[in-house]
C-alpha cells in the first residue's frame, strides 16, 4: 500500500479545493491532507480518489465526498483529545480524519460486510481505532458520554439515544431528511445546553445513504 509524491500532491489540490469552497478551519484541512483517500477506494477507482466526488465502496455503500467530510468536521468543531462517536463507519475513512486531528474516535457500523472489510484493513494503513459491529441508533451506551457525534448517514430524525450520549455542551453533527426534498437530508448541529435542552441549528443540503434503524447485515 503506497503512498507516492503524485497522491500527495494530488491531496494537496484536492485541500485547495475544499478550501475554494468555503472550509476554513485549518486543521480539519490539515487532516484531509493527511490521510491517503486512495487507500480506501476500489481498485477501479482508485485514478479519481482525490477529485472531491462521492464513490462506491463495498454493501452498496459509498466513501463520501471530500468536501461533505470537511464540511461535517468543520461544524464539529473537534478538539485534540475529545472522544467522538461516529455513527456509520463506512469505509473508515470520515473517522481517520478525526483521528488525524487527535481525537479518540469510536466508531459504530451496521453493515457486517463493511465491517470486517473495514476493521481489517484500517491497522493495516496505520490507523487503530475503536470500531463496533451494530445500531447506530442505539449508539454505544457502554461507552458515553461523548464529547462529540457525527452521523454519516441520512436520518429520518434525530435519535433520542444518541442525544442521551452526548455530554452537555457536546455537539452532534447530523444530515436530518427533509420533508420537502425527497432523498436530500440538510446538516444539522445539535448542541446538548443541559440534560434538559438542546440547540438545534441547520444547515446546508447534502445526499447521504440512509441510516436504518435494528437492521445489521
Known amino acids: 500500500m503506497i503512498d507516492t509524491f503524485r497522491h500527495q ?9 475544499i478550501k475554494s469552497k468555503g472550509i476554513k478551519n485549518e486543521n480539519v484541512l490539515d487532516a484531509i491532507g493527511k ?3 486512495h487507500l480506501f477506494m476500489d481498485n477501479a477507482f482508485v485514478e479519481f480518489a482525490y477529485k472531491d466526488n462521492a464513490f462506491p465502496i463495498a454493501a452498496g455503500q459509498t466513501i463520501s465526498q471530500p468536501y461533505t467530510v470537511a464540511y461535517q468536521t468543520e461544524l464539529l468543531q473537534v478538539q485534540k483529545g475529545e472522544k467522538i462517536l461516529e ?5 473508515g475513512y470520515q473517522a481517520c ?22 476493521k481489517a484493513f484500517l491497522p493495516q494503513i ?5 470500531m463496533f459491529f451494530g445500531d447506530g441508533y442505539a449508539g454505544l451506551p457502554t ?12 436520518a429520518p430524525e434525530i435519535p433520542k439515544a444518541l442525544i442521551e450520549q452526548l455530554k452537555v455542551g457536546g455537539i452532534m453533527v447530523i444530515p436530518v431528511n427533509h420533508i420537502n426534498f425527497d432523498g436530500i437530508q440538510v446538516m444539522t448541529t445539535v448542541t446538548k445546553i443541559d440534560e434538559q435542552n438542546i440547540e438545534i441549528k441547520e444547515w446546508d443540503s447534502f445526499r447521504f445513504v440512509p441510516l436504518l434503524q435494528n437492521k445489521n447485515y
Open 9 to 17: 500532491g494530488l491531496r494537496r489540490k484536492l485541500v485547495e479545493t
Open 35 to 37: 490521510v491517503p483517500r
Open 87 to 91: 455513527v456509520g463507519t463506512g469505509s
Open 97 to 118: 480524519v478525526l483521528h488525524e486531528m487527535g481525537a479518540r474516535v469510536f466508531t459504530i457500523e451496521r453493515q457486517a460486510e463493511l465491517f470486517k472489510k473495514t
Open 126 to 130: 496505520g490507523y487503530n481505532l475503536k
Open 143 to 154: 461507552f458515553a458520554p461523548f464529547n462529540k457525534i457525527i452521523v454519516t448517514a441520512g
